[in-house]
């Protein structure tokens, strides 16, 4: 391995504390250093690893000498962290999604652009061979003209849950049961059957949380290619139900339950017993750190070497702009002139 890469973090609660376990474990990249608004976290985590802390992010950006940085903080915080990093040329590996609101996504977008830093972001589900053979059946066309593509996510979340931080169940920095538990599926939905262009209905309701976002979610949607769909998203459903994608076009059809392909079929022919890996269950159904975190090591290994080949990573910002582009058309169709939570 040639050059060492040196990556720094932000946000050293639950999520990132995973990114660092990783980042110990993949050759040729070393941890530089951390950074937490929360003096007690950056320095546990800072001391946990061996590597010393910031509380600031400009000053850790001027001094830690990094050349990737992961950004694990709360959600609406990613793209304006981002943007900083850009500027200054670092690359950006950003948890889910880029952040909530599309247009500090673009202005991400456009900042990576500009400066030449990578942007990639962490959506695990992609990760697994049989979902990108799901995929890769509907990029050469093999299913035919896609006709509809729906998703579940029927989760649990507690009150405590949300209680936990300030930062949850807010609309400026987390959004709803859609922006953070469901955007994997909205995500997966617009991955396999491309953008939506519009919401054609959208109910968004507060129904058993003490919170200002929604935890019921029902929508209907039409695709650019003119495919249509349907999304339930909740935090009240308990005993969580399977996170269901389903995709059918006029010569194939797939379900995913999760990232584990569980139905998949091509002119007829069934095309499940011909994958090694069916995928994997990432998990959060009922518990958020009940995760699986194989599919993030996939893609943690994957930008770093995206970084030395000089190319886009698994899932680039264009491709994690098509959920939060998703997730605004929603809001927007349910809570119009309440775009950006104020
Ligand atoms: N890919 C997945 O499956 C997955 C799972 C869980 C969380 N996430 C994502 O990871 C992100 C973090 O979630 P979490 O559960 O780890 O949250 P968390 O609350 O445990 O951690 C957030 C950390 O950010 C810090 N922070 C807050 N404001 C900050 C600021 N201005 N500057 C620097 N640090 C700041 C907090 O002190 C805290 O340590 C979210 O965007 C979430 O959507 C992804």
Redesign the pocket.
Known sequence: MSLVLRAGL???????REHLKILASIEGVQIAGV????EE?ARSAGQDFGVPFWTD?EAFLDEAGIDALHI????G??GL?GIAAAKRGIHILS???LDIHLDTVDALIAECDKTGALLGC?F?RRAFPAARAVYESIADGSMGKILSCSVSVKWYRSQEYYN??S??GTWSLDGGALA?QGI?SLDQMVWLAGPVEEVEYAHLDTVAHDIEVEDFALVVVRFANGARGTIEATTCCRPDLATRVEIYGTNGSAALDDARVIRFGIGGEDRLQGLLDHGVL?G?GAD?WA?SLAG?QIQIADFYQAIRDKRPPMVDGREARMSVDLLDKIYRKARPGAIRGH
């Open positions: 932000i946000g050293c609660g639950g999520m990132g950074c937490d608004s929360r976290s992010l694990c903080s709360p959600t915080m990613h962290q948890e889910k999604p962490i695990q936990q931080d930062w949850r953070n994997h990432t959060g958020p995760i993030h």
